[in-house]
C-alpha cells in the first residue's frame, strides 16, 4: 500500500539486517516477506525481462539493499515476453505501490504503463535496461549502464587480438533491446575503423547460453576455420559459442561483457580473452537506492552511468571472482554502504 507524503517522508524504519528471503521465480512471481512489511516504508515493484545470469546475481544485491533499508520488494519476471511485462506494470500500478523499477524486456514498449504510473504519483526507474524515445523522457531516472562503450570496448579488445584484420561473428542481445542496441552502435563504431575486419554474420542469442551454441554451430558449419574471431555481447552468449567452437577443434579470441562468474572463470582459464565487468549485484541495488532518494524527497540525478572496467587479466579476473562469487559475506554486509556512496559519488563501479 502506498504511504502518503507525511507517513513516507516521516515514517520512523526500525532496523533490519536480514536478507529478503524468495527464490528466483518466473512470471508473476513475486518476494514477499511477513517480517519486512512490518517495518517497511516503502514497497517497491521490479520487473525483469527474464532471470538471466546477470538478474539473478543483481537481485542477490537488490535484496541485501531492501532488507538493510527496510524496503520490501514484489519482484516479477517477464521471461522475455512484452505483454507479460506489461500486465505486471499495470498490475503493480494497480497495487498502488510507491515506485517500480523496470528493466525492460524491450526498449519501445511500456510507454503508455510508465505513463499511467506517472498519473498515478509512482515513479518509474529503468534499470540496466532503458526506454527510447518519449518513454525515456516519462522516467523519473535511469541507472543504466554505458553499453556503447562497454561494445566499444570489447570490440576494440577483439581488434588488438587480431592485429586489425580478420573475419568475425558478433553475437548480439535481443533485438531492440536497449543494451543490444547501445553495444551494436559500440561494435560498429570501432569496425569503421578497421576496413580489414570482415563480419561473417551478426545475429541474436537472446544472452543465452543454449541459443549461442546452436548459432555458433550453424555458423561453424557455414565458415569453418574461416571465423577468426568472436565478439559476443554477453559472457553467457561467449560461453554458448565457445563450447560449439571447441566442439569443432577451432580456437579464436574471444571477448564478452558482464563479468559474470563463469566469464570471469573463462578468463582465468584462458578461453575468454577478455571480459568487461557490469555487477548485477552493485547495478540492481545502486537502483534502488536511487529509488529510495526519490522516495526520501532528496536530491537525485536524472540519469546514472555505470561505466564498465576492463578485465583483460588473470590479476584482475581473480580479483573480482574472490569479491563477487569467493566468500562474498563481507563484500555484501558492506554492500548498504557502498552502493549509498557511490550513488552520492556518481561512481557507480567502484567496488
Same mark, same amino acid.
Given at each position: 500500500?502506498?504511504?502518503?507524503?507525511?507517513?513516507?517522508?516521516?515514517?520512523?524504519?526500525?532496523?533490519?539486517?536480514?536478507?529478503?528471503?524468495?527464490?528466483?521465480?518466473?512470471?508473476?512471481?513475486?518476494?514477499?516477506?511477513?517480517?519486512?512489511?512490518?517495518?517497511?516504508?516503502?514497497?517497491?515493484?521490479?520487473?525483469?525481462?527474464?532471470?538471466?545470469?546477470?538478474?539473478?546475481?543483481?537481485?542477490?544485491?537488490?535484496?541485501?539493499?531492501?532488507?538493510?533499508?527496510?524496503?520490501?520488494?514484489?519482484?516479477?519476471?517477464?521471461? +522475455?515476453?512484452?505483454?507479460?511485462?506489461?500486465?505486471?506494470?499495470?498490475?503493480?500500478?494497480?497495487?498502488?505501490?510507491?515506485?517500480?523499477?523496470?528493466?525492460?524486456?524491450?526498449? *519501445?514498449?511500456?510507454?503508455?504503463?510508465?505513463?499511467?504510473?506517472?498519473?498515478?504519483?509512482?515513479?518509474?526507474?529503468?534499470?540496466?535496461?532503458?526506454?527510447?524515445?518519449?518513454?525515456?523522457?516519462?522516467?523519473?531516472?535511469?541507472?543504466?549502464?554505458?553499453?556503447?562503450?562497454?561494445?566499444?570496448?570489447?570490440?576494440?579488445?577483439?581488434?588488438?587480438?587480431?592485429?586489425?584484420?580478420?573475419?568475425?561473428?558478433?553475437?548480439?542481445?535481443?533485438?531492440? *533491446?536497449?543494451?543490444?542496441?547501445?553495444?551494436?552502435?559500440?561494435?560498429?563504431?570501432?569496425?569503421?575503423?578497421?576496413?580489414?575486419?570482415?563480419?561473417?554474420?551478426?545475429?541474436?542469442?537472446?544472452?543465452?547460453?543454449?541459443?549461442?551454441?546452436?548459432?555458433?554451430?550453424?555458423?561453424?558449419?557455414?565458415?569453418?576455420?574461416?571465423?577468426?574471431?568472436?565478439?559476443?555481447?554477453?559472457?553467457?552468449?561467449?560461453?554458448?559459442?565457445?563450447?560449439?567452437?571447441?566442439?569443432?577443434?577451432?580456437?579464436?579470441?574471444?571477448?564478452?561483457?558482464?563479468?559474470?562468474?563463469?566469464?570471469?572463470?573463462?578468463?582465468?582459464?584462458?578461453?575468454?580473452?577478455?571480459?568487461? /565487468?557490469?555487477?548485477?549485484?552493485?547495478?540492481?541495488?545502486?537502483?534502488?537506492?536511487?529509488?529510495?532518494?526519490?522516495?526520501?524527497?532528496?536530491?537525485?540525478?536524472?540519469?546514472?552511468?555505470?561505466?564498465?572496467?576492463?578485465?583483460?587479466?588473470?590479476?584482475?579476473?581473480?580479483?573480482?571472482?574472490?569479491?563477487?562469487?569467493?566468500?562474498?559475506?563481507?563484500? /555484501?554486509?558492506?554492500?548498504?554502504?557502498?552502493?549509498?556512496?557511490?550513488?552520492?559519488?556518481? +561512481?557507480?563501479?567502484?567496488?
Amino acid at each position: 500500500m502506498r504511504l502518503n507524503s507525511k507517513l513516507r517522508f516521516g515514517a520512523v524504519v526500525l532496523a533490519t539486517t536480514a536478507l529478503v528471503a524468495g527464490g528466483f521465480a518466473g512470471a508473476g512471481a513475486q518476494d514477499e516477506s511477513p517480517a519486512a512489511e512490518e517495518c517497511t516504508p516503502y514497497t517497491v515493484g521490479v520487473t525483469v525481462y527474464n532471470m538471466s545470469s546477470f538478474i539473478t546475481l543483481g537481485k542477490m544485491g537488490l535484496d541485501a539493499y531492501a532488507a538493510a533499508n527496510c524496503i520490501n520488494i514484489e519482484w516479477n519476471s517477464a521471461n +522475455d515476453d512484452v505483454n507479460t511485462q506489461i500486465s505486471q506494470m499495470q498490475q503493480l500500478i494497480g497495487k498502488q505501490v510507491d515506485a517500480i523499477i523496470i528493466v525492460p524486456v524491450d526498449a *519501445s514498449t511500456l510507454g503508455p504503463q510508465v505513463q499511467q504510473a506517472k498519473d498515478a504519483g509512482i515513479p518509474v526507474i529503468a534499470v540496466n535496461t532503458g526506454l527510447i524515445g518519449d518513454a525515456a523522457a516519462l522516467l523519473e531516472s535511469s541507472v543504466l549502464p554505458d553499453d556503447v562503450l562497454a561494445g566499444e570496448a570489447e570490440m576494440q579488445q577483439l581488434a588488438d587480438l587480431l592485429g586489425g584484420k580478420g573475419k568475425i561473428v558478433v553475437l548480439q542481445g535481443p533485438l531492440g *533491446s536497449s543494451p543490444e542496441i547501445n553495444r551494436t552502435q559500440g561494435i560498429n563504431n570501432v569496425l569503421a575503423k578497421y576496413p580489414d575486419i570482415e563480419v561473417l554474420a551478426m545475429d541474436t542469442a537472446n544472452w543465452a547460453r543454449d541459443q549461442a551454441y546452436n548459432k555458433m554451430k550453424s555458423w561453424v558449419s557455414a565458415f569453418g576455420p574461416e571465423i577468426e574471431g568472436f565478439v559476443s555481447e554477453n559472457d553467457d552468449m561467449a560461453i554458448g559459442g565457445h563450447q560449439a567452437l571447441a566442439e569443432a577443434g577451432i580456437e579464436i579470441p574471444i571477448t564478452g561483457i558482464d563479468g559474470i562468474q563463469d566469464g570471469l572463470q573463462g578468463v582465468l582459464d584462458g578461453w575468454l580473452n577478455a571480459t568487461n /565487468l557490469q555487477n548485477g549485484i552493485l547495478e540492481l541495488a545502486e537502483g534502488l537506492a536511487v529509488t529510495k532518494l526519490i522516495l526520501d524527497g532528496q536530491p537525485y540525478e536524472k540519469e546514472y552511468s555505470y561505466v564498465m572496467p576492463p578485465v583483460t587479466d588473470l590479476e584482475t579476473a581473480q580479483k573480482y571472482y574472490d569479491q563477487i562469487f569467493g566468500d562474498n559475506a563481507e563484500f /555484501l554486509a558492506g554492500l548498504p554502504a557502498l552502493v549509498d556512496a557511490n550513488v552520492a559519488s556518481g +561512481d557507480l563501479s567502484n567496488q
